[in-house]
């Protein structure tokens, strides 16, 4: 896990050498939040914070934590939105995590995020729909101006419902 999270930090901070912004834009960092879920023995520790990740203390205390599952999600604010609490991921719902990355504009974004709003859309298109693929599909199709629409979505299970 000490791995994974000094990736994941260098990440955030743009200095790995395959991110995709790096050489041509050295200042595009992740530093406005940070989240993370952790799965250990069917039960989940939820961490978010409106700092960048190497700012939190927190942060490394994982390091030396086993988990069954890990989504860790470093947050860049899309321009114009708010930088707190409540607009950084994951998201958790109905026993759902959500971590998005892009910017979807065709969402009102004055209250909620539009990543937010997006999961609350895919929430919505599940209880509609039998089979989640099918509300992925449902959910994705009904956006017509994004940037990207790349996600994790999961509920710690193996196998959807």
Not at 30 to 35: E, P, W
Not at 87 to 109: A, I, K, M, S
Request: with cysteine; hydrophobic share 30%.
């Amino acid at each position: 896990m000490s791995q994974l999270l000094e990736d994941f930090k260098l990440m955030a901070k743009n200095k790995n050498e395959k991110h995709e912004y790096n050489e041509n834009n050295p200042n595009f960092i992740h530093a406005d939040g940070l989240g993370i879920a952790l799965e250990r023995s069917e039960r989940v520790e939820h961490h978010k914070k409106d700092v960048a990740c190497w700012k939190d203390p927190r942060f490394s205390v994982y390091s030396n934590v086993s988990a069954d599952l890990v989504v860790l999600h470093a947050r860049r604010a899309s321009q114009g939105s708010q930088i707190n609490y409540s607009f950084t991921h994951p998201f958790q719902r109905e026993d759902w995590y959500f971590c998005h990355n892009g910017t979807v504009y065709d969402l009102d974004t004055t209250e909620k995020s539009d990543s937010e709003q997006f999961f609350t859309l895919l929430l919505d298109a599940m209880h509609k729909e039998t089979d989640v693929k099918d509300a992925v599909r449902r959910a994705t199709n009904e956006r017509k101006s994004y940037s990207a629409l790349n996600f994790i979505l999961t509920n710690g299970k193996r196998e959807l419902p």
